[in-house]
């Protein structure tokens, strides 16, 4: 297994630590705000239970066969997004989804290191003592601050300096060790606000908007809006799948891998929703308040807690982390891809693909103060560069995936690979099934439906 470096000549591929190595990276990269921030406002929008239904049955219909498949062809390909098609199946065009994978995480990263830029922020407020007053102008602090034309730019700059300096230092050293500190804290963290959150008064209308469901309120916006949401918080078909899986080990069990990756993700979602909206009922917030959602909400519920500027700087040190663990996934992806693909050094690959990022990202950030007029599509730059990339591109780089997986690739292959040394596939027949022609047509009828062909 090796890699060709910047000198031209092969060095031995970077490789996980401890098998745990890429589970936790994994698992680092799905969870982040996606759970904390993007569920609870798309829950919200698309009217609650019934949606959170919806999105459940996407995420075991399609988020788990898709991953196994996609950790088995960077197990198997053993390079980066691209590359990997390739050699798995040389002179194909399957590749080409690669490209859109990397499209993807550089629009993902664009938009994402805004939010993760406003929980720095908020992270550092709240340890210096600032964030919490008796006042509860949360909105307009928040506001004021998103709108701000300098300060989310430089925090969002900070932000992006951190990710680079530790995606800078390769997969072992940088991404490995940070995650294995970080995961299990977070967990931690989540269990205590959810015990709170479940005692507040009328606690019980919130748990009922969250769990029981309504389905006048689904359309095809709606399903839409829940496959996305499937795919963006399991970072699936990014590509960065097949990356982390090519540093995995040979005699790694990915179905395991898949179901855990799968099952945590859903209970950080799950835990952040039973947090949030016994809240949001409360204290009377708008469940369909959007991006604000988060930052909102949890301050108005921390100033009401004892010791609550405590539960604040750990709150936001968690979406903050959350947050990172991510953003270096997103970053690394694009990275493996530039390093391999021009034969440069990690360093200077990092370097340039962080600065084009941030730059392009600060046109997200600004469009929440000084370009907010400029809209495409009915949306913000921000906004377009969301629905783009999660709405538009993941389901259909998961269509390719899929495709791929059922009739480029093939069952037979993709099985030989996940049993190597001796590891089973349980189910594997309905996993063909499901990758062969369930999973298009599913995809493909959301998509119809939302362009209003049927
Ligand atoms: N899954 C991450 C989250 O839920 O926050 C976001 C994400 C990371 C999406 C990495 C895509 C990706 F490749």
Known sequence: ????????????????????????????????????WRFPFVVGEGGGAAFVLIYLGFVCLIGIPLLIGEI?????????AMDSYKTIKPKSKWYFNGYISILINFMILSFYSVVAGWAFYYFVLALTGQLITNDRSYENVFEGFITNPFMPIIWQILLMGLVVAIVMGGVKKGIEKWNNILMPTLFILLIILVFRSLSLENAHIGLQFFLKPDFSAINSSTILAALGQAFF???????????????SRS??????????????????????????????????????????????????????MAFGTIFAVVFFFFVFVAALTSAISLLEVVVAFVKEKFLMSRKAATIIAGAV???????????????????????????????????????????????????????AGVKEEVEKEGNPFPLFKTWSFLIKYV???????IFLDSLGVI
């Open 233 to 247: 918080s399991l970072s699936l078909a990014t590509g960065l799948y097949v990356t982390y899986g090519s540093y």
């Open 1 to 36: 297994m090796s890699t060709r470096n910047s000198n031209g000549s092969l060095e031995p591929r970077e490789q996980w630590g401890t098998k745990l190595g890429f589970m936790l990276a994994a698992t680092g990269s799905a969870i982040g705000l996606g759970n904390i």
């Open 72 to 80: 088995s062809i960077g197990r198997k390909g053993r390079a980066n």
């Open 439 to 445: 999973i298009p047509i599913i995809i493909i009828v």
């Open 357 to 411: 990022i941030t730059v392009v990202g600060l046109f997200c950030t600004l469009s929440f103060g000084p370009l907010s007029h400029i809209t495409i599509l009915d949306r913000t730059i921000f906004e377009l560069f969301d629905f783009i990339s999660a709405e538009v591109l993941l389901p259909f780089a998961g269509l390719i995936l899929a495709l791929f997986l059922g009739w480029g690739w093939k069952p």
């Open 251 to 304: 005699n790694s069990n990915l179905p395991a891998n898949a179901g855990g990756i799968v099952f945590l993700d859903l209970v950080v979602a799950i835990m952040a929703g039973l947090i949030i909206f016994p809240a949001v009922f409360h204290y009377g917030i708008d469940p369909q308040s959007g991006p604000d959602l988060v930052f909102i909400t949890f301050p108005t519920m921390f100033t009401d």
